[in-house]
């Protein structure tokens, strides 16, 4: 059991900040698009096209925010990060207007991508070598056990039906943000202004192969965009399968991301270990979408069987993917300019984000089964990238391969 538990004081401290935040995550994803449409009045195609545009503003602060965190320390900036999600999130209850909500919404995808980026180099500048991955995976876990707490508090309140109340909702997130910068204030101290070596320095986005493998990483990334937006789909517009499997669905995964999201990601501590994670994912993702195109000629009940046998493996493939991510990440950044590095790795989710829902809407529902096989090819190929680049990428990087010997936790 110890196994699965924080190690110190220095992680059990990561941990409540991340239950913290992620109930008010909760609270927000099952409560946001109906405050914003009863509420607000505005339409869901506003809300969409809304949030589209402000998650792209909000990737963009991604590299300035490691930068950031570099110079003045992850710790420092974390704090200020989550306030700044906190200001912005109970802004929302100040809005009269479409124009108003855009504004607002971009100002927080920026504090909220920001808060992510800072958040990873927090990790990095507190937890060492190999323990990182661990420690990232189980604050996964945390997160997603505190995003199904949220999402049941959640339905209470949207139960009433009355909008009113919905704004208990924004309330509630904003105060989670407040919990997140208490929660990093008790943290250690970390270091601002890390001495770099001598020479020129050299920006994270021109090492080129470690911008080619965050966004190769990005891509394979796709079980995310499957499971959000190919499947709800693809069951509703081209199966028999009942739409409540719908709701089974994201229970599924989440359960088994609470459940193996820390040992999925024992082998991806070094860097080879983590491109073999990320190869695995790819196989998961191919596997997964080949047992889901035959699906739209099932009776109901096969159907909804083999998709929810097809979320098994996809969601496999999603923990894999986020473990060999992880692994890359923080093994290819080195010591110095990590928040930097950091932040350029991640440009590969904003690649996900803003390609992934065309290319799986596109691909599912306007092929259907034939679409599920492009899709298997994609990611056989895009898996088959991934173990040359990573290699490349350490020569780049000047990084040794090699495992580092485990941390022993001190419990």
């Not at 900040?17 to 449409?37: E, K, P």
């Not at 739409?243 to 089974?248: N, T």
């Amino acid at each position: 059991m110890k196994t699965f538990l924080p190690a110190d004081r220095t992680e059990w401290r990561l941990s409540i900040g991340s239950a913290v935040d992620s109930v008010g995550y909760g609270l927000f994803i099952a409560g946001g698009l109906i405050y914003f449409t009863s509420a607000l009045g505005l339409t869901p195609a506003q809300v969409g096209a809304g949030l589209s545009i402000s998650a792209l503003l909000g990737f963009a602060v991604a590299v300035p925010a490691g930068i950031l965190a570099d110079a003045w320390g992850p710790r420092r900036i974390a704090i200020l990060m989550a306030l700044a999600q906190a200001a912005t999130m109970a802004s929302f209850l100040f809005v009269r207007s479409y124009g108003m909500f855009l504004v607002v919404a971009s100002l927080f995808a920026c504090a909220e991508r920001g808060g992510i980026t800072v958040r990873r180099a927090l990790i990095g500048a507190l937890i060492i070598d190999r323990s990182r991955v661990r420690v990232q995976a189980y604050l996964r876990s945390v997160f997603n056990v505190g995003i199904s707490v949220g999402t049941l508090a959640a339905a209470a309140v949207l139960q009433a039906r009355r909008p009113e109340l919905y704004e208990v909702l924004i309330v509630a997130n904003a105060l989670s943000f407040i919990g997140l910068a208490v929660a990093n204030l008790t943290l250690p101290q970390t270091p601002a202004g890390r001495p770099r070596k001598s020479g020129p320095r050299r920006a994270a986005i021109q090492n080129g192969k470690y911008v080619q493998l965050g966004l190769l990483s990005g891509l394979l990334g796709l079980h995310v965009s499957i499971l959000d937006i190919g499947l709800p789909l693809w069951i509703t517009l081209h199966t028999a399968a009942p739409p409540f499997l719908i709701a089974l669905v994201f229970l599924v995964n989440t359960a088994i991301a609470i459940a193996l999201q820390v040992r999925l990601s024992r082998s991806s501590g070094s860097v080879p270990g983590a491109a073999r994670s990320l190869g695995r994912s790819s196989a998961c993702g191919a596997v997964a979408c080949l047992v889901l195109a035959p699906t739209g000629w099932l009776p109901w009940f096969p159907a909804a069987v083999t998709i929810l046998a097809a979320v098994m493996v996809l969601s496999i493939g999603d923990l894999l993917q986020a473990a060999g991510s992880w692994g890359l990440s923080f093994g290819l950044a080195g010591g110095e300019q990590q928040g930097e590095h950091l932040g350029t790795f991640s440009l590969g989710e904003a690649l996900r984000d803003t390609i992934g829902p065309i290319l799986i809407t596109s691909l599912v529902v306007g092929s259907g089964a034939a679409g599920w096989a492009a899709l298997s090819v994609l990611f056989l190929l895009l898996g088959a990238l991934v173990a040359p680049l990573a290699a490349r990428a350490s020569v780049a990087c000047e990084i040794d391969p090699a495992p580092a010997p485990l941390r022993t936790p001190a419990h």
